[in-house]
């Protein structure tokens, strides 16, 4: 198989049917013997399944991933890349977002020896200032408590080796942020600028606590910095408080101790929400720590449709 195409879906109804005939057409005309499109169902509450299973009857190329409920698109991302056969494998949003026909530019500079080549947004048109403005922050945040450098703008839009696959399968996290991932797995790496369309049909399936939840496993799992700011903290903390503590003796030898409940209110306040930030940060790691230990699977898959039945 020369090429799988990976398309998470979730509620995605309206552009379902046309993203599958673009992704076909861009396909068709591509530089490839075979293909095969992944479609993956994350727990669609609309009529999602019900068109995939008639995508399916009509063309028995199709593969139907049907997760077992709502997983996220990081996970639901996964999922179709387990079941991927290709030598090369391109990941695109099902609300075409990122325009399929870039795949055969994109498969030239992977053919030329690159890697990862990731789609890089230039243009976001239908983007709103505050999504815009908060994505600009969460990349530069990133940036600074990461260990490995992760380019902005990218999404997970891109085409990669079967190489890269491999390498990526063998990473077990739950917590997944995958451009972070593959960042992280290195070998040649390329961005490719393109211009970001609108949502074809619907709304954004990342509302503002997913979007946040998706920052948080994005620091916590590529550093643990937030743990060592902590610990400045401590420091500045403990220093403070014994320049306090001369203070303290100096004005109770100089007999010019004051009712001072004020200061004291401060002091007592500062350093209670200074200890409980420090015992958030470190409750979020060991959060994250017991979610890995228990190890469950990262999916179930309910229903595959595929020719042959097999999952990979
Ligand atoms: N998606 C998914 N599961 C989810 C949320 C989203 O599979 O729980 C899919 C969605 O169908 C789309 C892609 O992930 O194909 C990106 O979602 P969306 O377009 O809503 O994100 P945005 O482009 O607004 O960041
Ligand atoms: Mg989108």
């Given at each position: 198989?020369?090429?799988?195409?990976?398309?998470?879906?979730y509620n995605e109804e309206e552009s379902l049917s046309e993203t599958c005939r673009r992704v076909k057409a861009a396909c068709d005309s591509a530089p490839v013997d075979s293909y095969e499109i992944i479609l993956i169902n994350d727990g669609s509450k609309d009529g999602t399944f019900a068109i995939m299973e008639k995508l399916w009857a009509q063309d028995k190329g199709i593969v139907i991933v049907d997760?077992?409920?709502?997983?996220?698109?990081?996970?639901?991302?996964?999922?179709?890349?387990?079941?991927?056969?290709?030598?090369?494998?391109?990941?695109?949003?099902?609300?075409?977002?990122?325009?399929?026909?870039?795949?055969?530019?994109?498969?030239?500079?992977?053919?030329?020896?690159?890697?990862?080549?990731?789609?890089?947004?230039?243009?976001?048109?239908?983007?709103?200032?505050?999504?815009?403005?908060?994505?600009?922050?969460?990349?530069?945040?990133?940036?600074?408590?990461?260990?490995?450098?992760?380019?902005?703008?990218?999404?997970?839009?891109?085409?990669?080796?079967?190489?890269?696959?491999?390498?990526?399968?063998?990473?077990?996290?739950?917590?997944?942020?995958?451009?972070?991932?593959?960042?992280?797995?290195?070998?040649?790496?390329?961005?490719?600028?393109?211009?970001?369309?609108?949502?074809?049909?619907?709304?954004?399936?990342?509302?503002?606590?997913?979007?946040?939840?998706?920052?948080?496993?994005?620091?916590?799992?590529?550093?643990?910095?937030?743990?060592?700011?902590?610990?400045?903290?401590?420091?500045?903390?403990?220093?403070?408080?014994?320049?306090?503590?001369?203070?303290?003796?100096?004005?109770?030898?100089?007999?010019?101790?004051?009712?001072?409940?004020?200061?004291?209110?401060?002091?007592?306040?500062?350093?209670?929400?200074?200890?409980?930030?420090?015992?958030?940060?470190?409750?979020?790691?060991?959060?994250?720590?017991?979610?890995?230990?228990?190890?469950?699977?990262?999916?179930?898959?309910?229903?595959?449709?595929?020719?042959?039945?097999?999952?990979?």
């Amino acid at each position: 198989m020369d090429l799988s195409v990976v398309i998470p879906c979730y509620n995605e109804e309206e552009s379902l049917s046309e993203t599958c005939r673009r992704v076909k057409a861009a396909c068709d005309s591509a530089p490839v013997d075979s293909y095969e499109i992944i479609l993956i169902n994350d727990g669609s509450k609309d009529g999602t399944f019900a068109i995939m299973e008639k995508l399916w009857a009509q063309d028995k190329g199709i593969v139907i991933v049907d997760l077992s409920r709502n997983y996220g698109h990081q996970i639901a991302l996964t999922a179709g890349l387990f079941h991927a056969r290709g030598e090369y494998i391109f990941i695109l949003d099902a609300d075409l977002q990122d325009p399929p026909e870039l795949l055969t530019p994109m498969l030239e500079r992977a053919r030329a020896g690159v890697d990862v080549v990731y789609g890089q947004r230039q243009i976001r048109d239908g983007e709103t200032l505050f999504k815009l403005g908060s994505a600009a922050a969460f990349y530069r945040i990133l940036s600074w408590l990461s260990d490995i450098p992760i380019p902005e703008n990218v999404g997970d839009f891109r085409l990669m080796s079967r190489r890269v696959l491999d390498q990526f399968l063998a990473m077990p996290e739950h917590q997944r942020f995958i451009r972070g991932m593959i960042a992280w797995i290195g070998f040649r790496q390329e961005a490719f600028p393109y211009k970001r369309d609108p949502r074809f049909a619907g709304s954004t399936k990342y509302p503002l606590h997913k979007l946040l939840q998706f920052a948080l496993d994005a620091i916590s799992g590529f550093s643990i910095k937030p743990l060592r700011i902590s610990m400045v903290f401590a420091i500045f903390g403990t220093f403070l408080a014994f320049c306090l503590g001369l203070l303290a003796i100096w004005t109770y030898f100089g007999h010019r101790t004051v009712a001072g409940w004020a200061s004291l209110a401060c002091i007592i306040t500062f350093f209670s929400s200074l200890q409980l930030i420090c015992i958030g940060v470190i409750g979020e790691y060991i959060g994250r720590t017991y979610i890995e230990v228990k190890d469950r699977p990262l999916f179930i898959v309910k229903t595959l449709l595929r020719e042959d039945g097999k999952a990979a």
